[in-house]
């Protein structure tokens, strides 16, 4: 048995990175195990002439589709919506895109203000501190001043509005529409030992630049340097308890497949919101027998997608295009609740710039816009660099129905029963959606587009994993504390999107780690008396 | 004589129709100057990348041949250039013809999504089709490329407006 290790952390990546290095400062001694690898950014695919393959091959956002060592299976064919992921030092991150909204005050009082769901038990102001801790370490960019959240400050300037961000202004402003450059984690100049974005349009498959704010090169550097330790391809299959109830260590996989026991006086788990219930719900013990932490029944419940729309449109004037980051502008307008839109809550419009030539082709071939056969190149023509348009976020309320369970087949390499989801779009959903897509077309319209292309809800767009493992101060109805302690294991603590109360109508990668921020800030503050 | 071990999932037929049917679904275009799938360079290349989908491809296949069984009484490999282009260009309106083989263009369509990807990564990595697309023939890293930073007085109609968020009670 390895000696006890202070701080045991589960999964490296957004999470996982921002706690540790907070964490760091205590001097304790801190271990964090991690399914996957150290990535190298000179193997990412913007580095190949195949950059575009390989994100349907290696560097896919889907686990199924990836099939690599370090990745783990996911059920979800009970699901309109596929899970995406990446399991490396980063986690997500690595394939993310870098859109980084914050959440808005609102977001943490929708049962007060909408009547839905329930209230946070902490507010903006609580996280406020966290959220420029945060900005700084990631390194972000944007424009202070959007009319759509309290004052804050971006270390660096927007990306630029490029072809695509002005035609679309310009269809936001003809309507009057609020719109803004997008807060993003990608470095416009050079950050913290980072190199400024250089627009290899590839950020979906990890930035070879240097530029967007991928955790393993963020956050982990610096937990390392102040004596973090990383265990790379050490897969965690459960938490151990002790006779007291309390979390002694986990049990793990190393590359070879050997099986290990760490000890821990605390475990933190930052695995993500279906890896995190996946780990608890497969922790059972004579003491925990439906998992562990799980004595509300709520671990692997209420998950949350934010399901997405996309609408694209095709123009006659050439946009950017493959060139240029993803991010680019995004509007607010329909963000928070109008009774009379027919739904609770809102969504967010993030403009995405353009594509490159084999999405293009696809595009068009799996539309219809571009025939197989002699009408190929003509039409192919049309859209090459002539594509741009949005995708609308929409809150995704919580629902219990909606499950991360075990699979009672499926399995990863090492046995480990894998996730599977059970998810259905609610009503409320629906009508988001459609509203989503209908005012889209609007401002596409508007911005003079000349065909539309559509998809709601984005069948592959599971990207954001969240609620499986909520906040609450009352036992019953919540797993964690309002500091991110569960309740029944007073040394456990979940760091990750699991433990989302309500999902907002944005990405939530900025709040995730504001959160992870805060959890061990409280527990900073506790040292002394942390397990009572 | 012993049999030589292959990797290959294909037979000589499977490989020369998977050419014949990509050769159909994006042929040669002199007004444009770009080769078609079945240019000897890029066909090679889709046969490397198709081996790697060797199920989905080789039911493409079998569902192309049925149907052209089914209409001409041959396999797609052996039809003449026009009826081979026919039965493709056909798979852009489906449901004009009978019952039968409505449905079987229908689950070819489906089936062909995996070998649409596969011809749409392969061809459009070409140099040649890269230039005639005034693309460098390059990957993106290290270069990169330029966007133009564009017009931010756009944003003052927005800044007029004001606030648009809601406050929340603490
Ligand atoms: C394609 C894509 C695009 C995205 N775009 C955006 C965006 O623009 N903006 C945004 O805010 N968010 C985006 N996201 C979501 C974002 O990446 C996640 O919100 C974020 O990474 C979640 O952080 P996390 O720490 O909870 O989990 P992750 O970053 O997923 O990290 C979890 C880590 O835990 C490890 N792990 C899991 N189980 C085990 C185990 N049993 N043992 C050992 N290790 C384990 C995993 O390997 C992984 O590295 C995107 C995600 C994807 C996939």
């Keep these: 048995m390895a000696d006890a290790v202070d701080v045991l952390i589960v ?36 580095t190949g002439r195949d950059w575009e393959a390989r994100a349907f091959g290696d560097m896919s956002i889907s686990p199924n589709r990836r099939r690599r060592d370090t990745d783990y299976p996911v059920n979800d064919a009970n699901s309109p919506i596929a899970v995406a992921n990446f399991n490396a030092v980063g986690g997500s991150t690595i394939l993310y895109a870098g859109h ?44 202070d001043g959007d009319p759509a959240y309290p004052p804050k400050h971006a270390p660096m300037p927007p990306v630029p509005l490029g072809k695509s961000g002005q035609t679309l202004a310009k269809g936001f402003n003809q309507l009057g529409w609020h719109w803004w450059p997008s807060d993003t984690a990608i470095a416009t100049q050079p950050y913290d030992g980072r190199d400024r974005c250089i627009n290899l349009g590839a950020c979906g498959s990890g930035c070879a630049q240097g530029a967007k704010a991928s955790t393993d090169i963020t956050y982990w550097p610096h937990a390392v340097r102040a004596g973090v330790e990383v265990r790379t391809r050490c897969r965690v299959r459960e938490i151990t308890v002790n006779d007291e109830g309390m979390a002694s260590g986990v049990t793990y996989y190393d590359e070879e497949g050997v099986e290990h026991f760490q000890a821990a006086q605390v475990v933190i788990v930052a695995c993500n919101g279906v890896g995190t219930p996946r780990l608890l719900l497969n922790s059972t013990s004579g003491k925990f027998p439906n998992g562990l932490a799980n004595s509300s029944g709520l671990v692997g419940k209420n998950l949350m997608f934010h399901p997405y729309a996309s609408i694209q449109g095709v123009f006659e004037e050439p946009m950017d295009g493959y060139k240029g980051p993803g991010v680019c502008i995004w509007s607010q307008e329909f963000y928070e609740t109008d009774a009379e839109r027919g739904f609770v809550r809102g969504y967010t419009y993030e403009i995405h710039r353009g594509r490159g030539p084999v999405a293009t082709a696809l595009t068009g071939l799996h ?21 741009t348009g949005m995708v609308g976020i929409c809150e995704d309320l919580p629902e219990e129905h909606n499950t991360v369970t075990l699979d009672p087949e499926l399995e990863d390499a090492h046995g480990i029963p894998a996730p599977k989801i059970d998810y259905t779009l609610s009503e409320n959903s629906r009508r988001m959606l459609d509203h989503a897509v209908a005012r889209g077309t ?54 990750d999107g699991s433990i989302f109360v309500t999902s907002a109508g944005v990405n939530p990668t900025r709040t995730i780690q504001a959160l992870a921020l805060y959890v061990a800030d409280s527990m900073k503050k506790r040292l002394a008396n942390l397990f009572d | 004589m012993d049999s030589i071990a292959t990797d290959n999932p294909f037979t000589e037929e499977q490989e020369r129709a998977l050419i014949a049917l990509a050769g159909a679904i994006i042929p040669a275009n002199s007004a444009y100057a770009v080769p078609g ?14 081996k790697r989908h060797a199920d989905a491809v080789s039911a493409a296949l079998d569902r192309e041949d049925r149907l052209a069984i089914a209409r001409h009484g041959a396999k797609f490999v052996d039809l003449d250039a026009a009826a081979r282009q026919s039965q493709i260009e ?20 489906r089936g062909q999504r995996a070998m649409l990807s596969i011809i749409a990564q392969c061809y459009y990595r070409d140099d040649r089709v890269m230039r005639s697309l005034d693309m460098e023939p390059r990957s993106p890293f290290p270069e990169g490329f330029e966007v133009e930073e564009g017009d931010w007085s756009l944003l003052e109609p927005v800044r007029r407006r004001g606030k648009v968020y809601r406050d929340a009670p603490r």
């Excluded at chain 1, 909204?101 to 038990?121: C, E, I, N, Q, Y």
């Design chain 1, 367 to 387: 539309s219809g816009r571009i025939p197989l056969g002699e009408g190929h190149h003509e039409a192919y023509r049309r859209m090459f660099n002539r594509v």
């Design chain 1, 442 to 495: 609007e401002v596409l319209r508007a911005a003079g587009a000349v065909d539309i292309i559509t998809e709601a809800p984005i069948a592959a767009g599971g990207w954001h994993l969240m609620g499986t493992a909520r906040m609450g101060t009352d036992p019953q109805r919540s797993v964690v504390n309002e500091w991110g302690r569960a309740h029944d294991v007073r040394n456990l603590f979940i760091v």
């Design chain 2, 90 to 109: 056909r798979a852009n309106q489906p449901g004009s013809g009978d019952d039968a083989e409505d449905e079987l263009d229908r689950a070819r369509f």
């Design chain 1, 100 to 143: 980084f909204p914050r959440f808005h005050p609102s977001d943490f009082r929708v049962k007060t203000l909408d009547g839905v769901a329930d209230d946070w038990p902490i507010d903006y102001d609580t996280l406020e501190p966290f959220y420029a801790e945060n900005d700084r370490m990631m390194g972000t960019s944007g424009l």
């Design chain 1, 11 to 46: 999964g490296a990546g957004a999470s996982g990175a921002a706690v540790a290095w907070s964490l760091a400062e205590t001097r304790m001694r801190i271990v964090c195990l991690e399914q996957g690898d150290w990535m190298n950014p000179l193997r990412y695919p913007s």
């Design chain 2, 37 to 50: 799938t079945d240019d000897p360079l890029i066909a090679a290349d889709i046969l490397a990348t198709a």
